[in-house]
């Protein structure tokens, strides 16, 4: 027997049985994110290798060790998405959207890909929500874009679940200091960091604080704040988005080692964290990048937005009840009722009531069976004779209890509304 092919490790299928819950997590990003202002953007899964390695930053992990990266039948080196903001923003400049009213409002949905090892809730193929607001520096379009984030949990009912960490990580001005005030301090104990932070120490030393090792944390907890050494306007922003942050009602933490793992943030960052996923704590992130659009050939525009991680909120969400699931099964029992059950399924679809017929093959019995395994809750039973009589028989599957009706009103009292509204009888 020929060996079986099976999926590639850390990428999955989304089975039918789980597909209500992703409707509704993509159903809720349109009702939330479009009375925003917020349009769609599709976007290519793979781009030049260069958009990312410069957008990213070269000494970032996703660059470095996590993206799916291959030449081209040319010779061009391309690379599977693994994030959507540099993407955003190369479409952003190519398309010349920064002409249009700022700020551009924008959201697209669909898969990322990192090379990283896969568990529960860490795939190497994942979907997120991308949302990303375009050319305006102010802090209230900050608020807007963190509150419509914690919008979309509560349109979920996952409000309750989840904690917002807020934090300002600075900019050009000031967090070069930083930088070098941290290094100092994990340069004086590089002996009691682990091995891939000593790594960082020189090459990316604000990723030292993001580092979960237990070996780490007393060194990471002496740091040095980054609070404390933000500049005044740098301050300034993060006052003004803390305050329209509480005008909004929003419950939140500010938490001074959130410094997110991408080289573009400037100033605001955040993260959505839930204690109910173990090691994958953060269900959404995101923050300021307002000099990557510069840094990729654009003009001088601001930028702030967030990504929500899609398998980590589906794990939060669970099973979905199917909207689709049939609610009735007509049972013919001879070839003239056959006839009529299809044109009543019809009708009956039409109308909205999703609707299977038994195409035969099998006795009543096995009939009501299968309606009890797809938790059909009724059925419309057809004979021959009943469909000269003009009547047939309708179960409800849990009670058992049986009744006849006139074919004729079969729509109406199915729940499709009139009886004239499509049924032929
Ligand atoms: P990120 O923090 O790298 O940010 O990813 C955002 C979210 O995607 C994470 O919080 C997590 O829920 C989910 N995620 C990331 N990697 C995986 C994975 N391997 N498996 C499952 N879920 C994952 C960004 O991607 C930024 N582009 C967000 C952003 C938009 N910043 C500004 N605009």
Request: charged share 25%.
């Amino acid at each position: 027997m020929p060996e079986q092919i099976r999926a590639i490790r850390g990428v999955r299928d989304i089975l039918p049985a789980e597909a209500p819950t992703w409707q509704t997590l993509e159903a809720a990003a349109r009702e939330v994110f479009e009375p925003c202002g917020y349009r769609e953007l599709r976007l290519p899964l793979f781009e030049r290798t260069e958009l990312f390695a410069r957008g990213i930053g070269e000494t970032t992990d996703v660059v470095e060790k996590e993206m799916y990266t291959f030449q081209d039948r040319s010779g061009e080196s391309v690379t599977l998405r693994p994030e959507a903001t540099a993407a955003v923003a190369r479409a952003y400049i190519e398309h010349g959207l920064f002409t249009q009213p700022k700020p551009v409002r924008l959201y697209t949905v669909g898969p990322m890909f990192r090379y990283e090892r896969p568990q529960a809730g860490r795939y190497r193929q994942f979907h997120q929500v991308n949302v990303e607001a375009l050319g305006e520096a102010a802090p209230a379009l900050d608020a807007e874009v963190v509150g419509m984030l914690m919008a979309y949990f509560a349109r979920l009912g996952l409000a309750d679940r989840l904690a917002l960490h807020v934090n300002s990580i600075g900019d050009a001005a000031c967090r070069p200091a930083f930088r070098a005030a941290l290094a100092a301090h994990l340069e004086a104990n590089l002996g009691r960091l682990c091995e891939e932070c000593r790594g960082r120490v020189g090459r990316n030393p604000l990723r030292v604080l993001d580092c979960k090792k237990p070996d780490c944390q007393p060194v990471i907890e002496k740091a040095p704040s980054i609070l404390d050494a933000l500049c005044g306007p740098c301050r300034e922003h993060f006052d003004r988005v803390r305050a329209y942050l509480e005008a909004l009602g929003l419950r939140y933490e500010v938490t001074p080692r959130l410094v997110r793992g991408l080289d573009y943030y400037v100033r605001t960052t955040f993260e959505v964290l839930t204690g109910e996923l173990g090691a994958q704590n953060a269900v959404a992130g995101g923050g300021r990048y307002d000099g990557l659009i510069e840094l990729l050939g654009g003009p001088a525009d601001p930028g702030i937005g967030f990504a929500i991680g899609m398998e980590r909120v589906a794990l939060l969400l669970g099973p979905r009840p199917d909207p689709a699931a049939a609610a009735v099964l007509l049972v013919p029992l001879g070839e003239p009722a056959l006839r009529r059950c299809l044109a009543l399924a019809q009708a009956l679809r039409a109308t909205g009531v999703p609707t299977e017929v038994a195409y035969g093959g099998r006795k009543l019995r096995g009939e009501l069976e299968r309606a009890n395994r797809l938790g059909i809750p009724r059925v419309l039973i057809l004979g021959d004779d009943e469909l000269a009589a003009g009547v047939a028989t309708l179960r409800d599957m849990r009670s058992g209890e049986q009744r006849r009706i006139p074919l004729r009103e079969a729509v109406a009292v199915l729940g499709g509304g009139p009886a004239a509204a499509g049924d032929r009888a």
